[in-house]
């Protein structure tokens, strides 16, 4: 069985680089499209996009400026990286294994991360 | 690019049946079959319930079904069961992208 787990700092200060880290065991990352999301406490889920293991990737329209996936293949791991941050950008962030039409059968459990000075 | 939008809640007695609405436009869930569901209970990751608008994965009891007309999918949930109570998001590919649905409260009273 698949598992998924973030991983990277709790607090992040306004203007500076949000980096997250998505580590899959029991299974190849050289396959399905990896994705994160998040979803800001109390509020819904919001798609900030995925990655193929060839690298191909696609974003939020609305954050595209700001972010970046990449993927590690030899470690099995992908990233996100969101820039500029504000206190919008509080929220708990999900990793997931999906396909290119959206839908994750397997998450991570997320992990909250907080702007803030 | 909007959230699709769902009601903010819906509620029903255990045994009873109660259907969630998911609207959007002939961009996302009017223009694929790619509608997918997911029940979150509190401090939970999501579970996907149905994808590709009617198909239930392994291991999701077949009281959860699928369907949609036009630019509105609908997820029904039948046999209500005090465990069904959680909030569930639709979900729909856009063509480039992915947006999912503001979310619906299920009380099962």
């Known amino acids: 069985q698949v598992q998924l787990q973030e991983s990277g700092p709790g607090l992040v200060k306004p203007s500076e680089t949000l980096s997250l880290t998505c580590t899959v065991s029991?299974?190849?990352?050289?396959?399905?499209?990896w994705s994160w999301i998040r979803q800001p406490p109390g509020e819904g889920l919001e798609w900030i996009g995925y990655?193929?293991?060839?690298?191909?990737?696609r974003y939020n329209p609305s954050l595209n400026s700001r972010v970046t996936i990449s993927v590690d293949t030899s470690r099995n791991q992908f990233s996100l990286r969101l820039s500029s941050v504000t206190a919008a950008d509080t929220a708990v962030y999900f990793c997931?294994?999906?396909?290119?039409?959206?839908?994750?059968?397997?998450w991570g459990q997320g992990t909250l991360v907080t702007v803030s000075s | 690019q909007s959230a699709l939008t769902q009601p903010r809640s819906v509620s029903g007695s255990p045994g009873q049946s109660v259907t969630i609405s998911c609207t959007g436009t002939?961009?996302?869930?009017?223009?694929?079959?790619?509608v997918s569901w997911y029940q979150q209970h509190p401090g939970k990751a999501p579970k996907l319930m149905i994808y590709?608008?009617?198909q239930r994965p392994s291991g999701v009891p077949d009281r959860f079904s699928g369907s949609k007309s036009g630019n509105t999918a609908s997820l029904t949930i039948s046999g209500l069961q005090a465990e069904d109570e959680a909030d569930y998001y639709c979900?729909?590919?856009?063509?480039?992208?992915?947006?999912f649905g503001g979310g619906t409260k299920l009380t099962v009273l």
């Open positions: 997931a294994r999906g396909y290119s039409s959206g839908w994750s059968a397997f």
């Open positions: 029991g299974g190849s990352i050289s396959s399905y499209y």
């Open positions: 990655i193929h293991y060839s690298g191909k990737t």
């Open positions: 002939s961009s996302d869930v009017g223009g694929y079959n790619y």
């Open positions: 590709d608008v009617s």
């Open positions: 979900c729909s590919y856009a063509g480039s992208f992915v947006v």
